[in-house]
Structures are given as C-alpha cells and as structure tokens.
C-alpha cells in the first residue's frame, strides 16, 4: 500500500521534531 511509504518518511519527521524538542528542553 501506500501506508509504508508514509511511516517511513513520518518517521523521519518524528525523529527530527523529537530531536529538536529535546534540544529545546536542554
């Protein structure tokens, strides 16, 4: 389907919203 495609580029924008809100807490 469609929905691997859409996990696997969501992840990378989870990653970097993860990452820069730990920054931002730090």
Do not use: G, P
Not at 9 to 22: F, K, P, V
């Amino acid at each position: 389907h469609f929905n691997k495609y859409l996990t696997r580029r969501r992840r990378i924008e989870i990653a970097h919203t993860l990452c820069l809100s730990e920054r931002q807490i730090k």
